[in-house]
């Protein structure tokens, strides 16, 4: 079905009748051309005007930029259209989400449970956390703007039934294998002269394990020649993997996500977790991330407390794609750890 801006004018006619919230509100721009979206959108950076301006296509796909938040969406069927505007309409009106989601349901109750599932269409039943997100991966949002515990938090996941072995992955990207075979822990790296070697050399360390069905490995820089052993770092059958990196002197913070050999990121290459904005869809909505999406506006209305939108992400990244790390081993220092090998005695 073509969708228009004569048909979207007047769905949106129909559906303000009787609803104060909308009824005689102006509805969102239309556009009819690449061209004219791209000229709505400088004069809205221009001039810092909000609203959502919409790009219907033949095939009945429509195209949405949320301005000043930079939000996109696409969306198929006047249904999904019609929600997106007024979805829009309501959440112009400032307040949180779980006031746009009540706002919604006095509009259209599927369309509440719509915006709290944070998809464009219908989840269903949606559960609540029931959860303190600071038990999860959250814990350490605080710390990792500041670099600490490390620069980068990386996971790998093979196919289902298989591990990647965390020992293996140490050890190819270049961990001590005396301390690998040892089982040395954190605590002990710090043991030394009662810390401060360590404190010399722990942007030359690694820590590593298991925990959600991940294996993760946390490092600052990677010595000359990490992985550089293809054909083992292929054995180890990785099929996804995430990289979380931090460079707080520059105050940025990447999200990179890759599946089966191929970036995951909606054609933006490595993203930035500033483009998160509370309450705003940082990755395009109906694109492949928005899953991560969907998950960020759970979290916002089942944690309000949390204010923090890295501890939001890092929620949101635990809840829909399982990344955890074992808190309890980090701050008891039982997590395993090794230096880069020829810096264990404070080499290199």
Not at 75 to 81: E, I, P, T
Not at 178 to 188: H, K, S, V, W
Not at 258 to 285: K, M, Q, S, T
Not at 328 to 339: K, L, P, S
Request: glycine share 12%; with cysteine.
């Amino acid at each position: 079905m073509e969708i228009t801006q004569r048909t979207l004018m007047e769905a949106w006619r129909h559906k303000a009748a009787g609803h104060p919230l909308i009824d005689g509100v102006e509805p969102p721009t239309v556009v009819s051309s690449d061209d004219e979206l791209e000229e709505w959108i400088e004069r809205a950076e221009e001039t810092g005007d909000g609203g959502l301006c919409l790009l219907p296509a033949e095939d009945g796909t429509v195209y949405g930029h949320l301005a000043p938040h930079g939000e996109v969406s696409t969306v198929r069927g006047l249904d999904q259209a019609l929600y997106l505007m007024v979805e829009a309409s309501l959440r112009g009106r400032g307040g949180a989400p779980a006031d746009v989601a009540e706002a919604l349901e006095s509009v259209d109750p599927a369309w509440g449970r719509r915006f709290r599932g944070g998809g464009l269409d219908d989840p269903g039943t949606v559960e609540a956390c029931g959860r303190d997100p600071l038990d999860g991966l959250a814990w350490l949002a605080r710390s990792w703007r500041e670099q600490d515990p490390y620069t980068t938090l990386a996971f790998y996941r093979a196919a289902p039934g298989r591990a990647v072995d965390p020992e293996r992955l140490a050890l190819l990207y270049g961990a001590d294998p005396a301390q690998i075979a040892a089982g040395a822990r954190l605590e002990d790296l710090r043991a030394v002269d009662g810390g401060r070697a360590h404190l010399d050399r722990q942007w030359r360390s690694c820590c590593y394990g298991q925990a959600g069905g991940w294996t993760f490995l946390l490092y600052h820089d990677t010595p000359p020649g990490a992985f550089a052993d293809k054909e083992a770092y292929a054995a180890l059958g990785i099929e996804e993997s995430v990289w979380l990196s931090a460079t707080s002197a520059k105050a940025i913070y990447t999200f990179d996500y890759v599946r089966n050999g191929r970036r995951v990121d909606d054609g933006r290459g490595i993203l930035e977790l500033i483009w998160y904005e509370y309450g705003h869809a940082p990755f395009p909505r109906g694109g492949e991330l928005d899953f991560l999406n969907r998950a960020l506006r759970r979290a916002e209305l089942d944690h309000p407390e949390l204010t923090d939108t890295y501890a939001l992400f890092f929620h949101a990244l635990e809840d829909s794609l399982g990344l955890s790390l074992p808190r309890r081993d980090f701050t008891q220092g039982e997590v395993r750890a090794a230096y880069w090998a020829g810096t264990a005695t404070g080499r290199g």
